[in-house]
């Protein structure tokens, strides 16, 4: 099955702990994305990339880092200095950023402890 | 002002009703616009792309309207399958990326 693929679905974060939350596509997309969604609040871009290698901070991405080495791989992580954490993290792809048509993994919910 | 505004809603509605959302974007470089849906807790899903020129999905009617600066979408004989939260996203690729949600709009429809 082609598709976006987040783990976990659910994740804890300690006080003072970085975390990671993976993101697969098997869809041979360029460009590949990190939103994070908060209750009645529309999805707010964190980072992008439009290629392996090469990404870009979107409008929130104080406290959070990425990394693009493989074109099907785009883990965000969740650093200490992202003092509000708790959201519904959303990844997306598509063929590229010109007319995108975004898809979208089903997502990981953050909590803190 | 936000950049997509959309009404929160909820809009209530019975089986069998026509029901439309509208959408405002203030940046006037825009240029690809789309409509998705949500459901509960769940990723948003692409619902239609949507046109100067207008287009029809079946049920699902969208509408751009650039001099204005609004996107509509208008939903014939909604079923209850219908209810979720309809997102519509304005995004521009040239001078620079960016792409904005809005917070979406609930749909309940009731039988």
């Known amino acids: 099955d082609g598709g976006i693929t987040q783990s976990p679905k659910y994740l804890f974060r300690k006080e003072g702990q970085n975390v990671t939350l993976s993101c697969e596509q098997n869809l041979n997309h360029d460009a590949m994305y990190w939103y994070r969604q908060d209750p009645g609040q529309g999805l707010r871009l964190i980072y992008y990339?439009?290629?392996?290698?090469?990404?870009q901070k979107g409008d929130i991405a104080e406290g959070y880092s990425v990394s693009r080495e493989k074109k099907e791989s785009f883990p965000l992580t969740v650093t200490s200095a992202q003092k509000n954490p708790t959201a519904f993290y959303l990844c997306?792809?598509?063929?590229?950023?010109?007319?995108?048509?975004?898809?979208f993994g089903a997502g990981t919910r953050l909590s803190v402890l | 002002r936000k950049e997509v505004e959309q009404d929160p809603g909820p809009f209530n509605v019975p089986e069998g009703a026509t029901v439309a959302f509208n959408c405002t974007y203030s940046?006037?470089?825009?240029?690809?616009f789309f409509w998705y849906r949500q459901d509960c807790r769940k990723e948003p899903k692409l619902l239609m792309s949507?046109?100067?020129s207008g287009n029809e999905d079946g049920r699902f009617t969208a509408q751009l309207n650039r001099a204005s600066q609004y996107i509509s979408l208008l939903i014939r004989d909604s079923k209850l399958s219908d209810s979720a939260t309809y997102l519509c996203v304005v995004s521009q690729h040239t001078g620079g990326f960016k792409t904005i949600f809005g917070a979406g709009t609930r749909l309940f429809v009731k039988a």
């Open positions: 997306a792809s598509s063929i590229g950023t010109a007319k995108n048509i975004q898809y």
């Open positions: 949507v046109y100067s």
């Open positions: 940046n006037s470089a825009s240029q690809s």
């Open positions: 990339s439009q290629i392996v290698n090469d990404f």
